[in-house]
């Protein structure tokens, strides 16, 4: 079982509202990822990490930053939640060498719903 | 650009019952490809990957991959599933050098007692 973990599971909030999904992984690893996953749709990589101050762009953005000051945290900011950012949010990590290299390690997402 | 194909989107089969989960990709270069599966209520997990090497790799609970580099193609395969393997599947790609993956949409599978 991997060792990354979300908080909060569910979450249900009001449209305008700033909110921030959680991550954090115990494995060490450098490379962190967030995705939104849709029903019968491929994982959207919304931002990756590379290390502690690296954070890039993915192909679906959508309003939101992260921050990675530390290796094992890696936590998602909306700033004004939408109803289009209703979605399933997964965060991932993965090693930059060994055994498990480029190997995704997946948390138990966080299922957002914005009224 | 790479993209990821999985032209089964449900599949339904009895217990015993063969598997292939089709996954096709496009990009030109080196390719390291994965199959991850998610059951129900369950993480993400890795089924299997492919680096280099044999191109027929085995993962856990039975399942087994073939890349096809002739026709960009990493089959999943199961000679006969159980109950146990009603999930979803997604097959991945990361091009040579890259630490970002591709996924394709996934593959539901009910497997029927």
């Known amino acids: 079982e991997a060792d990354i973990y979300q908080t909060p599971r569910y979450l249900v909030i009001g449209t305008g509202k700033k909110i921030t999904l959680e991550c954090s992984q115990t494995?060490?690893?450098?490379?962190m990822y967030w995705y939104q996953q849709d029903p019968g749709m491929e994982l959207h990589l919304i931002h990756y990490s590379y290390g502690v101050n690296s954070t890039e762009k993915g192909d679906l953005s959508s309003e939101s930053t992260v921050s990675r000051i530390r290796t094992e945290h890696f936590p998602l900011t909306l700033e004004s939640a939408r109803p289009s950012h209703t979605s399933q949010y997964l965060c991932?990590?993965?090693?930059?060498?060994?055994?498990?290299?480029?190997?995704?390690?997946f948390g138990p997402g966080t299922r957002l719903t914005v009224l | 650009a790479q993209s990821v194909s999985q032209h089964n989107h449900h599949v339904i089969l009895s217990e015993a019952a063969s598997l292939e989960l089709g996954c096709n990709y496009s990009?030109?270069?080196?390719?390291?490809l994965f199959w991850y599966v998610q059951y129900p209520g369950q993480h993400l997990q890795l089924l299997l990957k492919y680096f280099s090497g044999d191109p027929l790799v085995k993962g856990i609970k039975g399942f087994e991959a073939e890349f096809i580099k002739s026709k960009f193609s990493f089959n999943l395969r199961k000679p006969s599933v159980q109950w146990s393997d009603t999930a979803e599947y997604f097959c991945?790609?990361?091009?040579?050098?890259?630490?970002?993956?591709?996924f394709g949409r996934g593959t539901s599978l009910i497997v029927h007692p």
């Open positions: 494995m060490g690893h450098d490379k």
């Open positions: 991932a990590s993965s090693p930059r060498s060994g055994s498990s290299y480029n190997e995704q390690f």
């Open positions: 991945a790609l990361q091009s040579g050098g890259s630490y970002i993956p591709t």
């Open positions: 990009y030109g270069g080196t390719v390291n």
